[in-house]
């Protein structure tokens, strides 16, 4: 088995300009797929009706928050940089990020998408090994931020009243809630082996890129749904939302 899977090794190795070739046509084929399937989905006339419906400075507004709400996603790229050798210029982290994380919106693909196209970017200057670990650490922190929305979510369901139509949700909330603590107290029992290069506050800086992702993203749909006429409120919608 082993003598397979260095035979396999090998192979990329050796044709690693072909995989890649291949692998980016997979990526853009699937992304064009994603696109037109969204595209076919819509319903035209009631979105013509919806935007016409708007002001250009709404349209203008809805545009720039949704730019914005993808900025926090940066973060990762920022900390998986300082992982992996070499140097990279802002610029170019802040290009390949935005590619990465824009690419990984539309075509989702479990967050293989976005782990494969940072190996790309940042992995000319790193082993596989290295980049397979630095991103890997950066996955475990994807969903962080909504670990802890879950365990605010949760609490506020002991408020009397408040979000009484989503109680039958604690479940989730509560199996949602425990995946930070238990991934805070993994990192910190093998600080000193596995997650050496994680110090505490690269920890707090992809935390917090978790809750701001997360956050943003719940902020520019409250935002685009006011916009519309539809109203959301924050405080009792925000349990589903998680």
């Not at 980016?24 to 013509?48: H, R």
């Amino acid at each position: 088995m082993k003598e397979k899977l260095m035979q396999a090794y090998s192979w990329f190795q050796k044709n690693s300009t072909i995989v890649k070739i291949v692998f980016i046509t997979f990526v853009m084929a699937f992304v064009i797929f994603e696109i037109i399937n969204i595209a076919t989905g819509i319903d035209y006339p009631s979105l013509k009706e919806n935007l016409t419906s708007q002001s250009p400075e709404q349209i203008f507004i809805m545009f720039i928050v949704g730019l914005i709400a993808v900025t926090p996603m940066l973060l990762y790229d920022y900390v998986i940089v300082k992982l992996l050798p070499g140097k990279f210029s802002p610029s170019h982290v802040i290009a390949s990020g935005w590619i990465t994380n824009t690419f990984t919106n539309i075509g989702g693909f479990g967050g293989v998408l976005g782990a494969s196209l940072r190996a790309s970017f940042y992995g000319k200057n790193a082993s596989h090994k290295e980049i397979l670990l630095a991103i890997s650490k950066i996955a475990l922190f994807l969903v962080s931020g909504l670990s802890i929305y879950c365990l605010v979510s949760l609490a506020t369901l002991l408020i009397p009243g408040f979000a009484d139509h989503f109680v039958n949700y604690w479940p989730w909330l509560l199996a949602g809630g425990l995946y930070f603590p238990i991934l805070f107290t993994i990192t910190k029992w093998k600080s000193k082996s596995l997650f050496v290069d994680l110090p505490i506050k690269r920890e707090l800086t992809l935390i917090i890129a978790s809750l701001l992702e997360w956050g943003f993203a719940f902020g520019c749909f409250a935002i685009i749904g006011t916009l519309m006429g539809e109203p959301v409120d924050i405080f009792k919608v925000f349990p589903l939302f998680v």
